[in-house]
């Protein structure tokens, strides 16, 4: 029907003020929960913004056996105003099914999130298959398919999503997935501020599930690393061995000594156990055993036991992998950089495109690259320097990631060693 001015007049005010919406229930749209370090977060998405005047009496979290947690804060984001993050302790609650009860709530607009109790149920963990899956399903895959690939890249499989996408045939490509990197494409592009968020549709609950699926989901596969591992002396007294997992194990299991034995292939009658297992809190991927051996293990194999991820999720069951110690260009360094690094640094290429900086060979990773021709000038590479150029630009965690661990791109260990070549075991070419 044709509103005149006259029946304007006669609507209710409610319809005026919300422009004509009636006040009708809309409830929250879906919840997961991550790690923090003032508890276990639980974010709830809404599909409206928030009064952040939150009263916390009207919000509980229980376990599925009726257990109740003890609910610390509760804030709504200042950007979408969508999230509500409520903050609950102990932490074990991480690991647990649990069931959210919110009431009291209301939107910005004046309208009850609902007139009864919600009550939402949070599974743990982020997996492909469960929770990201129905997201790319539902706001990627008509464009991003096996028919219409947009921008080359799909998203309608697991595997689709670790191809390069349009940088296919850039020498500088990186997967447009790197499994804890939330500055890779995938999420840089449907964070809030990135160009896909609006163009598919994505609520701010789910760029940032997408977000934390990458950095602490089941984002990569396998679970544990493959032949990239160090061993260091730090100390007089202990030999220590530092082992990577591309997702983060759980901290107990991680520290639990008996779930790691290591053989010296040269004494092989001689098995070793660890005195100390510790979970690293860069990225908490990197796990350093250490062992009461004055001596360096040159040629092992290391195997650990089975293994769950902070939600009590199964990683791996077991693993075993050979590794060789004391550093070298020729047995360690050269493979890496023939893997991640000489495509886009190698002779083939014209100097301009690989920064007059190659490393397809011993001698030329000493050379100037960009600053050869600078009046003061340094060499990339330079032995025990921890601050050269070459270990800057192949850095990763402690928040700064140099520009060729991003392109290579290079997992966390394999950046490592690239330092603890240059440094501990003073370049050594053979």
Not at 171 to 193: E, H, V, W, Y
Not at 332 to 349: E, I, K, M, T, Y
Request: proline letters at 6%; hydrophobic letters at 35%.
């Amino acid at each position: 029907m044709r509103i005149s001015r006259r029946n304007l007049l006669t609507l209710p005010a409610c319809l005026l003020i919300l422009g004509c919406e009636s006040p009708v229930e809309s409830p929250p749209l879906a919840t997961f929960r991550v790690m923090a370090p003032d508890g276990v977060h639980l974010i709830v998405g809404f599909p409206d913004a928030l009064n952040p005047l939150i009263d916390k009496t009207g919000l509980g979290v229980w376990s599925a056996d009726g257990t109740p947690f003890a609910v610390t804060a509760a804030d709504v984001d200042s950007l979408s105003a969508t999230l509500l993050t409520i903050t609950v302790s102990p932490a074990y609650s991480l690991r647990t099914p649990l069931l959210v009860r919110l009431s009291g709530l209301r939107y910005e607009r004046g309208i009850d999130v609902s007139e009864k109790p919600i009550e939402l149920g949070v599974a743990p963990g982020l997996r492909y298959d469960r929770d990201m899956a129905p997201v790319f399903a539902a706001r990627c895959n008509s464009c991003h398919n096996q028919t219409l690939a947009s921008g080359n890249y799909r998203t309608d499989s697991r595997a689709a999503l670790y191809a390069f996408g349009s940088d296919e045939a850039d020498l500088n490509r990186s997967p447009d997935l790197i499994a804890g990197n939330d500055r890779c494409q995938l999420a840089a592009k449907t964070a809030f501020t990135g160009r896909e968020y609006r163009r598919a549709g994505l609520t701010a609950f789910e760029s940032d599930l997408v977000r934390e699926w990458i950095l602490h989901g089941d984002a990569s596969d396998p679970p544990i690393s493959g032949p990239a591992d160090q061993v260091t002396t730090q100390t007089a007294d202990f030999t220590h061995v530092r082992v990577e997992f591309h997702t983060r194990p759980d901290s107990a299991d991680a520290s639990d000594t008996s779930r790691y034995h290591l053989v010296d292939l040269d004494s092989p009658e001689l098995p070793h156990a660890p005195a100390a297992a510790a979970l690293s809190s860069d990225l908490g991927r990197i796990v350093t055993l250490s062992f009461p051996e004055q001596k360096l293990f040159h040629h092992y194999r290391l195997s650990v036991d089975g293994m769950n991820d902070p939600y009590g999720n199964r990683l791996f069951d077991s693993a075993a992998s050979e590794y060789r110690a004391l550093l070298t260009y020729v047995d360690d360094l050269a493979p890496l950089f023939a893997q991640s690094c000489n495509r886009c640094h190698g002779s083939d290429l014209p100097d301009s495109v690989h920064g007059f900086y190659r490393t397809d060979s011993y001698a030329s990773l000493y050379a100037y690259g960009s600053d050869s021709t600078s009046a003061i000038r340094y060499r990339n590479l330079i032995p025990t320097d921890s601050i050269c150029r070459l270990i800057i630009k192949t850095r990763q965690g402690g928040g700064k990631t140099g520009l060729c661990a991003l392109r290579a791109p290079l997992s966390l260990l394999e950046s490592h060693r690239i330092a603890d070549w240059a440094v501990t075991y003073f370049a050594r070419e053979r």
